[in-house]
């Protein structure tokens, strides 16, 4: 019995698919794979298609520089949050490729499953650049080659370099374009050769006395690393945490610098971005067209997966281990940091509860998603106007129809703070509605919340600015407002849910007295007829025409 008992504790284990590294052809396969299985979820390019770039030299094959877009492609919404994740920009660091493969294939085999991945697909846009480096990842090599050299291709962006260094590897360019492409509000960058959770500066012109300098959105990068940190926790290895400069090292032309500062730089830096690159591939490489004051700034992280570039695939871990805190492998942790950074591109309220107590007050129970601290947080509500329901929460509250938009509220709830969903996981915010008998009335409620706007507290930055970034600012400023092509941020500081009717009444919690004593009379009656239908006997020497088999004891029909 013991042995049983062990195997089934095992089962889980014994049945796990342990993750394993993939080859680019194989990348190349899983990637189309998904476009064929997931046609509304998965959109597949190539950085030669788009952007008529050529192809890096992959021997006999041709080496793709796959775009893999995921969201909801049946809808659209310009104001749905980008974010970015790219494999590798260096070929010989492997995880990353891998991570971005296996996170794709987790995410929508959930889709529908899940809850919060759901609301994460339908809500978010995640592009995704699995080996930017094609042909470094196909021969495991760190550089791509340019005119038969070797070029790093995170040395190779317009900012805080030589124009004759920058847009010279098609990698490089093939990310440039992409980012420059969109108006993203988080993202992540996969490395190896250390175990580090980094963000700007990284550059040399903001380093003193080889420390960099604080950058105007240091708070809130430095407090998501924080929460990164947690989620990834410690097993293969603790990672260490700080700028790049701090914990990797500075260098001219990285893309995490660029990212950061490519909209803003011209105006508060001076020359530090560069306007007119003439590197190898100098046709249409002018930065300066593609930029404008919204596309390009957002805190791009610089993940170091491992001391290894390649380690040891015992080490990866399985898919079964993604729901798990620690000891589970590079990929569920490195997995579990991207969806915690697509969530946290905007806050937003999740996991409704409600409960209608005896025609007097509805109990709300939520969450605020996508956030690390709640500075406030209240419940808006008025008669119901009658509308009809269009939009998605997070989750369909039992007893509740979603509406449109709605706004002209007559009451509202004192304001509540506490510990985002980042911080404190289990952490509900609650209040009490004294409504009247929603058997007669209809109410209309929709919950608001204000957070992390600690972000605006700043040391000494440099530049000298308030935060820059559309993840910071869509928090901070009012009416803030941002557009890149068909992309937008359109916020106010307070984040909704979508307004909702409670139409229907939610059981009582309680029973009260006389109602517990009829469900016991009633218990009893039904006791006491099956006493007088029935004769329980258990003598093996009954007379089996007239009785039926219940496991050792017969019942006996009565005569």
Known sequence: MRIIQILFLLLPVILAQPYRYLTFIELSSRIHALKNKYPNLIKVETAQELYNLPYPDCGNMRCDIYIVTLTDHTTTDVNRPEVFISGAVHGNEVLGPNVAI????????????????????????????????????????????????????????????????????????????????????????????????????????????????????????????????????????????????????????????????????????????????????????????????????????????????????????????????????????????????????????????????????????????????????????????????????????????????YSSFLFRTASKHGPGYWTDPKHYFSVHLPIENLASVNYTIRIAAIADQQWGRQGNPRPQSPPLTHFARMRLDRNYMAQSGSSMINTNVVFHSPSFKIKTIVMPARLDANMILLIVIAALIVTLLLAMCCLLYTSDAADERSSVDLGGRRIIKKK
């Not at 003193?208 to 407090?223: G, I, L, T």
Request: aromatic share 12%; proline share 5%; glycine share 8%.
């Open 102 to 405: 296996y996170l794709l294939e987790y995410l929508v085999e959930n889709y529908n499953k899940n809850t919060w991945i759901t609301y994460l697909i339908n809500n978010r846009k995640l592009v995704v650049m699995p080996a930017a480096n094609s042909q470094g990842y196909y021969y495991n090599r760190r550089e791509e080659l340019v005119g038969g050299m070797p070029f790093d291709p995170n040395r190779d962006f317009p900012y805080d370099t030589q124009p004759s260094k920058c847009l010279n590897t098609i990698s490089g360019r093939a990310v440039f374009y992409t980012i420059a492409d969109h108006m993203f509000v988080i993202g992540i960058t996969f490395h190896g050769g250390d175990a580090v959770i980094s963000y700007p500066w990284g550059s040399t012109n903001h380093m003193v006395n080889n420390r960099a300098e604080e950058s105007p959105d240091h708070v809130a990068m430095k407090q998501v690393a924080g929460m990164l940190n947690e989620v990834a926790g410690n097993y293969p290895s603790p990672f260490k945490l700080g700028t790049m400069t701090d914990t990797v090292y500075a260098v001219n032309g990285g893309l995490e610098d660029w990212a950061y500062a490519a909209s803003w730089a011209k105006e508060l830096e001076g020359n530090t971005l560069v306007e007119d690159c003439y590197g190898e591939f100098n046709s249409q490489a002018n930065s300066k067209v593609l930029m404008n004051e919204d596309n390009v700034r957002f805190p791009l992280y610089l993940i170091e997966t491992d001391h290894s570039k390649h380690p040891n695939e015992v080490t990866w871990g399985s898919k079964e281990g993604i729901n798990q805190a620690a000891g589970n492998g590079h990929i569920p942790r490195n997995i579990r940091m991207s969806m915690a950074i697509m969530d946290m591109a905007e806050p937003y309220i999740r996991d409704i509860q409600a409960i209608y107590h005896n025609a007097t007050h509805l109990d709300l129970r939520w969450k605020v998603g996508g956030s690390l601290f709640v500075n406030e947080t209240y419940v808006e509500w008025s008669y119901s106007p009658g509308i009809q329901a269009t939009a998605r929460p997070y989750i369909w509250l039992q007893g509740a129809e979603v509406m449109e938009e």
